[in-house]
């Protein structure tokens, strides 16, 4: 996974040394212009990179780096190449929805500490690639599909489909949780209590459990008594 902060300083670095250094660092070309264009890196003034901090003079000449921007593979698909990426940060987690060339949509939940679960699949089209333009609406609760002749809204969370607490936690799934007074699996916007300690259970902590009712006081009591009682 790239970081977009090294990305960046790349691209600042190549225009830079395209601009004032003709495109070398240290006497080595580092900087180039891409695509067969009949032009050259320059050596302008040092005041060019304010004037054009976006590079727009070489709109028509794309500068490239003969360096690469390195990073190490987090997730590995070697049944399918992925054609299709879309990221949502929701609370604080950063879940990406990748498409691939055998037409499934894979939900990867990507830690701060750099940690990766594939926490879903889900067939959209067998064998139809996941077209590029794997788009979140405006909001970032559905997600727009597209093949190459079909497209689908499908909401990036169903917590509904899990009818119980066991299988609400088992999904794992980073937008959803258990409502403990409401018996629902729901996000947690959708929790009437879900900021409060306890009573959202979040799907993706592993070492969340399903409350359980250990003790009865007293353990029975007439139907036609009223007591208190203590769980």
């Not at 003079?57 to 990426?85: F, G, K, N, Q, Y």
């Not at 499934?104 to 064998?127: A, D, R």
Request: charged fraction near 20%.
């Amino acid at each position: 996974m790239f970081n977009l902060v090294d990305v960046d300083r790349r691209i600042n670095s190549t225009r830079d040394l395209c601009y004032t250094q003709m495109g070398k660092d240290a006497g080595v070309e580092a900087a180039y212009i891409e695509y067969e264009v009949k032009s050259n890196c320059a050596n302008l003034p040092e005041n060019t990179l304010d004037a054009y901090p976006c590079g727009s003079d070489h709109t028509p000449s794309p500068m490239a780096s003969r360096i690469p921007v390195e990073a190490e593979t987090i997730l590995d698909s070697p049944s399918a190449r992925l054609t299709a990426v879309s990221v949502s940060v929701r609370a604080g987690h950063t879940i990406a929805f990748l498409g691939d060339s055998k037409g499934n949509l894979h939900k990867v939940f990507l830690g701060p500490n750099g940690e990766v679960e594939e926490y879903s699949v889900i067939t959209i089209q067998p064998n139809a690639a996941i077209s590029s333009d794997l788009i979140l609406d405006q909001k970032e609760e559905h997600l727009f599909i597209m093949t190459h002749n079909m497209l689908q809204k499908r909401p990036v969370a169903e917590c509904q489909q899990h009818p119980d607490c066991y299988s609400c936690l088992l999904a794992h799934d980073p937008y959803c949780g258990w409502c403990v007074l409401e018996g629902k699996c729901v996000l947690q916007s959708e929790c009437t209590r879900g900021n409060q300690a306890g009573q959202w259970l979040w799907s993706f902590d592993m070492e969340q459990q399903c409350l359980t009712v250990q003790d009865l006081i007293p353990s029975n009591i007439s139907s036609e008594e009223s007591r208190m009682v203590r769980l």
